[in-house]
C-alpha cells in the first residue's frame, strides 16, 4: 500500500531531475528532506530547508545541514517574502501546522515568478486545493495535479512540467 506522507517523490523528483539549479523546500520532513540531500549531494546543489518548528527542523539540520544545504527557522514563515526574490528552479511546499496546509496557496503564488516549478503536496485536502487553484495556479502557464496515488500533488511552473511517472 502507497504511503500517503510520501505521494509527493515522483513530482518532486521529476522536477528535481529537469532543472540543475537552487531547490527551495518549506517544510521539512521525513520523506522530501532526505530524498532532495540525497540528489543534490553529487553535485552540491544548493537546497534551503525552511521550517516553522524548531525542534522538528533541528532534527534534519544536525544531520543533513552542509555548506550548500542550509536550513532556516521561521515561526510564521515570514522569511518566505525574501526567499521568493530570488531565482529557483523548485520550490516545494508541504508547511502549516495548523490546520495543515492552510497557507500553501498564498505561499506557492509568492513564487510565482521566481521558480521554474512550484510542487505542493496535499493539494486534494480542502485546506490545501482550493486556495492553491485560487492563489497560485492561475499565476503559471503550466499546471498538473498528479493523482496516482493518495494525497494529490500540484506542479505549477514557468515551463512545461516534466512527465511525472
Given at each position: ?15 528535481a531531475s529537469?532543472t540543475?539549479?537552487p ?17 543534490c549531494?553529487?553535485?552540491e546543489?544548493r ?36 526567499l521568493?526574490?530570488e ?23 509568492l513564487f ?6 512550484v510542487?505542493?503536496?496535499?493539494h486534494?485536502?480542502?485546506e ?15 499546471s498538473?495535479?498528479?493523482s ?18
Amino acid at each position: 500500500m502507497w504511503d500517503p506522507w510520501g505521494s509527493h517523490l515522483p513530482a518532486l523528483i521529476a522536477c528535481a531531475s529537469a532543472t540543475d539549479g537552487p531547490i527551495l523546500e518549506v517544510g521539512v520532513g521525513y520523506y522530501s528532506t532526505p530524498i532532495l540531500h540525497a540528489l543534490c549531494q553529487g553535485s552540491e546543489r544548493r537546497l534551503m530547508s525552511v521550517d516553522e518548528d524548531l525542534d522538528f527542523a533541528e532534527n534534519f539540520k544536525s544531520t543533513y545541514a552542509r555548506p550548500w544545504h542550509g536550513f532556516t527557522y521561521s515561526p510564521d514563515y515570514a522569511v518566505l517574502a525574501d526567499l521568493a526574490k530570488e531565482q529557483w528552479s523548485v520550490v516545494f511546499i508541504d508547511n502549516g501546522k495548523s490546520p495543515p496546509g492552510a497557507r500553501r496557496g498564498a505561499d506557492a503564488a509568492l513564487f510565482a515568478r521566481s521558480a521554474t516549478f512550484v510542487v505542493v503536496h496535499d493539494h486534494d485536502l480542502i485546506e490545501t486545493g482550493p486556495d492553491v487553484d485560487r492563489l497560485a495556479r492561475p499565476l503559471f502557464p503550466h499546471s498538473f495535479v498528479h493523482s496516482r496515488y493518495p494525497n494529490a500533488t500540484i506542479v505549477m511552473g514557468n515551463a512545461p512540467i516534466p512527465e511525472i511517472p
